[in-house]
């Protein structure tokens, strides 16, 4: 029985229809999407936002909303290798339907702190989940979720069971998500961008947790991503989805290391490397996903495809073709034998403009601390939290320092303390202007908004940094109307940046929700030009773009740079992104700068450990798995609570009575690196992580 229940899928989708209806007119969102997702593997879904992956796990469970309706096709559930249920034909609303969310098949959500209600603590919405499915007292339904918040890795789980969800951490947060969806035991997880906005070490610990769950449970898995570097770590089979249809799937490696799609190796090629040879301009898939209202005729993929072939591929959509067992691809490029062709390509030639390191440096930070004061309780002590604790760092003309680090470690509140949105408590911002240093920490607020103009900044969220109320117009020249720029030069100017970014001036009287996530970006950036900086700093700008529009971001900002001259701060915990854009690379830890160092010499030999272990959690899209990582366990320490000594010490292996006992300083090792560690490792030494309790 148990071979039987192996080779029986549990979950089946079948030529699974979904449109949404608006007003009188109807959009197909899914249009015949058919996959298995058997006991015990794990099915990746891949594709673009807007491909219709998280749709598709909506339609499992039923929960899409009132406007979208199942059309034909089924999804159908086995239990027991012997009952089949079509959950497309049950009731939304429905017990049947109740009873199999959160029993049969759970749902982790992109973003927890969305999913996860403010108004009850942690352990009230894991409880819930095992009294609604099961006669379970309350006393048992706090012990099994202590139990299980225990098993997904949550410290101390007794304290936050009775903690709400905005008093965790994002990887916290995500872990509470994780023990609610397993609590019930289910048999199928849905996992839709577990990862996607957490660090690489936070990434790498769920990654290995969820498949920890995986193997003790037995359970199937549809896991749903657009980084192909999780793809190669997670997946049995992958799935890739395009505008609502799958256009290729089979095993894993099979995939990765030979697409037949031209979509599958367009998103391969987008990506940035940590291991492979750099690049200076990245593969891009030209344009976006379509919008529904403007499905095309023929293949979806058409108007972006360097394979395409008119009057074939724009008159009728391929069906999937059958390439191997398990192996399928919907593509009429295909030749007799199942195989892309290469296809023509005309990538511009680059002018790479390196930086003038024989000139002084155009930004210095000397020292710079930040601590802010965190009011008490009635009972308790207002805490000082240092979120900057000493840093100091050059940038020079043209050049593009890379910041890294985890979550919390101060990267954003530095960038913010630059550009003076905080006050720094302590330091010093030397700006070159015309051969003389202006600190702008010492300046008044007024003398300082003059010096606003040469440096500015894009966010990772732009729409949240728009106001609503403003034309794409208003919101660049505002800018420059704060400068004092007549009307007549602001309207000329305006229409400048948006040629440089990309986008047509015809945008202009439109307003920030009708653009595309990509579109938003180039217009933060264009208002970042706007008022002609030397020096932008980038806070992680593209960490909430599809590989194939981050790819276009890095051109663009690479193409700037050669041709103004611009010099770049690139906060990110990408490290695959920081390597391909920087010229040299701060790692941050705990407030503080950790190794300062070269690009290339920081990837191919970090000398401080937590460099080495923040590598060891990078993700590449291999066909080669790696069944053993070593793991950076714990987390950032509390900013108002930092440990004595080195401040890495309670995570690292190597770490002696000295490196307890005194914080070491960050000193120059040769080849223009700079350390702060004791015991700083060499290029062939191996370094070994401490391994959970």
Known sequence: MAEVLHDTPFLEVRDLHVSFTEGDRQFTALDGVSFQVRRGRTLCLVGESGCGKSLTAKAILQVM????????????????GREHIDIAALDPRGSAIRSIRGNDIAMIYQEPMSALSPLYTIGDQISEVLRWHGNTSRSEAREEAIAVLRAVGMPAPEKRFDAYSFELSGGQRQRAMIAMALVGRPQLLIADEPTTALDVTTQAVILDLLRERQQAQGMAMLFITHDLGVVSEVADDVAVMYMGRIVESGPVAEVLSDPRHPYTRGLLASRPSVTGRRRDRLETIPGTVPHLHNRPSGCAFFARCGHRRPGECDRQAPPPRQLAQARQAACWALDDEGHLQAAETHAPAVVRRKPDYTCPPLLKVHGLKKHFLQSGGLFTKPRRVRSLDGVSFDIWPGETLGLVGESG????????????????????????????????????????????????????????????????????????????????????????????????????????????????????????????????????????????????????????????????????????????????????????????????????????????????????????????RQRLVGSVPDPAAFPEGCRFHPRCSLASDECRRTPPPLAASGSGRDVACFHPLHAAEPVRLLEPA
């Open 65 to 80: 909303g009132d406007n979208a309706r199942i059309g034909q096709g089924g999804i159908w559930l086995c239990r027991d």
């Open 409 to 628: 470690c101060g990267k954003s509140t530095l960038g913010q303390t630059v550009i003076g949105l905080h006050k720094p408590s302590e330091g010093k911002v030397f700006l070159s202007n015309k051969g003389h240093d202006v600190d702008l920490a010492a300046l008044p607020p007024a003398a300082r908004r003059r010096h606003w103009r040469d440096i500015r900044m894009v966010f990772q969220d732009p729409n949240g940094s728009f106001n609503p109320r403003l034309t794409v117009y208003d919101i660049l020249a505002e800018v420059l109307s704060v400068a004092g720029e007549s009307r007549p030069a602001i309207a000329s100017r305006v229409h400048e940046v948006m040629r440089m970014v990309g986008l047509d001036t015809a945008y202009l009287d439109r307003h920030a929700h009708a653009f595309s996530g990509g579109q938003r970006q180039r217009i933060g950036i264009a208002r970042a030009l706007a008022s002609r900086p030397r020096l932008i700093i980038a806070d992680e700008p593209v960490s909430a773009l599809d590989v194939s529009v981050q790819a276009q971001i890095l051109n663009l900002l690479r193409d700037l740079q050669a041709e103004l001259g611009l010099s770049y701060l690139f906060i990110s915990h990408d490290l695959s992104v920081v390597r391909h854009i920087s010229d040299r690379v701060a790692v941050m830890y705990a407030g503080q700068v950790v190794e300062l160092a070269p690009t290339e010499e920081l990837f191919s030999a970090p000398r401080h450990p937590y460099t080495r272990a923040l590598l060891n959690s990078v993700l590449e899209p291999t066909v080669a798995r790696r069944t053993e």
